[in-house]
């Protein structure tokens, strides 16, 4: 196997004496979709924060396509083709959903048209091309997530960091989501996603990392890390992997965090 | 976020332009070109903050360095006032892209950004009291000459048709970086820096990029203003008075607008002028600071009724 498409290595983040993420190291192979699972506070956020270069890291190093890029600032790290959407939905609240998609697209497109263009075809990709005028403040939670998709879509990355996009959403705009990640995985980009809805990580995972109290606690195939004794006493705490083994296989259901 | 297009810029520009034609008195033109002043100096605060979110409360410190450096070009270096100008411009620009290193660099915002500008300018106003080079407490008097080789007009029309020729290169400005890539960046950090640096946004170039537009068209305000007044010191030049013209006028007419500052300046400025009038007709002399209380008062009544200014009550008139 050729090197992954990102590395992160022993990366630590303590805030204090918090330590949120502690020597957390995984890959995102080209071409896939890599999911990151953890219950509430596991660290997750934080991790993402470090790849994109919102933190830096207290120690351990983050490398894209085999450059080190620990010290690189965030918006070269978009630049160079990491993209991320935030779990806190993050929208220039003043300007329309096009307006939103364009400074996206303006990353590779210098001039107004052709960005203009670029964020059309995303916004019809992600399914918004009906309320391209619309203020982005007048999107339902949806909408939004939606619209941070998009806007990450439009800087063309390489590499996709989705934190939570399905939380929030009913069963059927999931239902709707789902087709639409894996699109955008099929064109070619790679993606790392962050999330707590298991049937979305079953159904478009081909590793999972498993992150709790900041530590990476086991990866693999989906349905195997999801039957791992470590993951769901993380999730459910100490000794119920033992309770559960005595009902039934949870494959595709380890709960909601 | 809507834009003002092409045609009602250049209308505005053409009936201004247009009245000097008709029966306009020396008062209501000296009026319009300390208007025009204004309005240069507006524009170049609306793009910093109306359109980049950074609220400077110190736009004096270049309003005054365009005036000085205006000034003192053409007394201690003789140089042409036609050519001092691009140079005040730039040096008003280096002194705003200076302010904005040391403020953005320290990633200040907000009110400490606001408070920071303020500072500096309150510093260059006390160091131009005091340095003989700027004329010191007495101030600079450039000599009268009214030749327009030297930048003044016997027929006080020419000064009006300069000072509006460049606001009009402002409002064109504006109006090409609201349409730019460089203006959406801008507005992106304005909304939310975060979101613009994971889009690929260097928040820090773009806003140092504003700054230094920002400050050199209100440089060339200073510029205009000394070719008009002829005298210059450093409670004038550096003041507190100009930097609250300079972000009253947007507010009122409309932040973030292309043609907000404009709109802003003549709707704060003739109300000033008016209720000063009008007040003295009725109490029988002058009420000093009445039109303060006026502006006040307009101030309170656009932020509760029209927080998008002027043209913001007009657009939505518009789509209505
Ligand atoms: N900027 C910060 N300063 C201090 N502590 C922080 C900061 N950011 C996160 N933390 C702490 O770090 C820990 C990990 O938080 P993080 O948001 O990364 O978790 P998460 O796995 O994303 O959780 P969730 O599933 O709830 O989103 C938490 O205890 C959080 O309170
Ligand atoms: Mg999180």
Redesign the pocket.
């Known amino acids: 196997m050729s090197a992954a498409l990102l590395q992160v290595r022993a990366v630590t983040k303590r805030?204090?004496g918090?330590v949120?993420?502690d020597d957390a190291s995984l890959d995102v192979a080209a071409g896939s979709i890599t999911g990151l699972i953890?219950?509430?506070?596991?660290?997750?956020?934080?991790?993402f924060a470090v790849i994109a270069g919102f933190?830096a890291p207290s120690a351990g190093r983050v490398a894209l396509l085999g450059d080190d890029i620990t010290d690189t600032p965030a918006h070269v790290r978009a630049q160079a083709g990491i993209a991320r959407t935030f779990?806190i939905v993050q929208p220039f609240a003043g300007l329309s959903v096009l307006e939103n998609i364009r400074v996206g697209a303006y990353l590779r497109h210098r001039h107004r048209a052709a960005a203009t263009a670029s964020a059309v075809a995303v916004a019809r990709a992600v399914g918004l091309d009906q309320m391209l005028e619309k203020p982005a403040s007048t999107l339902t939670v949806a909408g939004r997530k939606r619209l941070e998709l998009a806007r990450a879509l439009a800087t063309e990355p390489k590499l996709l960091l989705l934190d939570?996009v399905l939380a929030g959403l009913n069963p059927s705009e999931i239902r709707d989501m789902i087709p639409v990640i894996r699109k955008v995985r099929d064109d070619g980009v790679s993606i790392l996603i962050?999330e707590?809805v298991m049937q979305a990580v079953m159904q478009l995972c081909d590793v999972v990392y498993v992150?709790a109290q900041?530590r990476m606690i086991a990866h693999g195939a989906p349905g195997v890390v999801a039957r791992d004794t470590a993951v769901i006493e993380a999730y459910l705490g100490h000794g119920a992997a033992a309770r559960m083994q005595s009902q039934q296989s949870i494959a595709a259901s380890v709960p909601h965090? | 976020m809507n834009t003002t297009g092409i045609f009602p810029i250049s209308a505005v520009v053409f009936v201004l332009a247009a009245l000097p034609f008709g029966p306009l008195s020396n008062t209501m033109l000296n009026f319009l070109s300390f208007a025009m002043i204004i309005t240069l100096a507006a524009q170049g605060w609306n793009i910093l903050a109306g359109l980049g979110g950074q609220f400077s409360f110190g736009h004096a410190a270049f309003f005054g360095t365009g005036a000085y450096a205006m000034a003192v070009l053409q007394m201690r270096f003789g140089i042409n006032p036609w050519l001092a100008f691009p140079i005040a411009m730039i040096a008003a620009g280096a002194v705003g892209f200076a302010i904005g290193f040391l403020s953005f660099r320290a990633r200040l915002r907000g009110s400490y950004f606001a408070l920071v500008t303020l500072a500096f300018a309150e510093v260059f106003r006390i160091l131009a009291n005091t340095w003989n080079f700027t004329g010191g407490a007495a101030g600079v008097l450039v000599p009268l000459k009214s030749d327009p080789t030297q930048m003044q007009f016997g027929d006080k029309r020419w000064f009006f048709w300069l000072a509006l020729a460049c606001v009009t290169g402002a409002l064109f400005v504006t109006h090409a970086l609201v349409r730019s890539r460089l203006g959406a960046h801008l507005v992106a950090v304005r909304e939310n820096e975060d979101a613009a640096r994971a889009l690929g946004v260097d928040a820090l170039a773009v806003k140092l990029q504003a700054i230094t537009l920002s400050a050199s068209i209100t440089g060339a305000a200073g510029c205009l203003y000394v070719q008009k007044f002829l005298y210059l010191d450093a409670n004038l030049a550096y003041g507190t008075w100009i930097s609250v013209e300079a972000l009253l006028a947007p507010i009122v007419g409309g932040l973030g607008t292309v043609l907000g500052p404009l709109v802003g300046t003549l709707v704060l400025l003739g109300l000033g002028e008016t209720s000063k009038t009008v007040f003295a007709k009725i109490t029988g002399g002058a009420v000093p600071g009445i039109d303060l209380v006026v502006l006040g008062v307009l101030l309170i009544g656009c932020v509760a009724i029209a927080p998008r200014g002027i043209m913001g009550l007009v657009r939505r008139r518009a789509k209505a």
Do not use: D, I, R, S
């Not at chain 1, 953890?38 to 991790?47: E, R, S, V, Y």
């Open positions: 805030f204090g918090l949120a993420v953890g219950p509430n506070g596991a660290g997750k956020t934080t991790l933190e779990q939570e962050v707590h992150l900041g965090a």
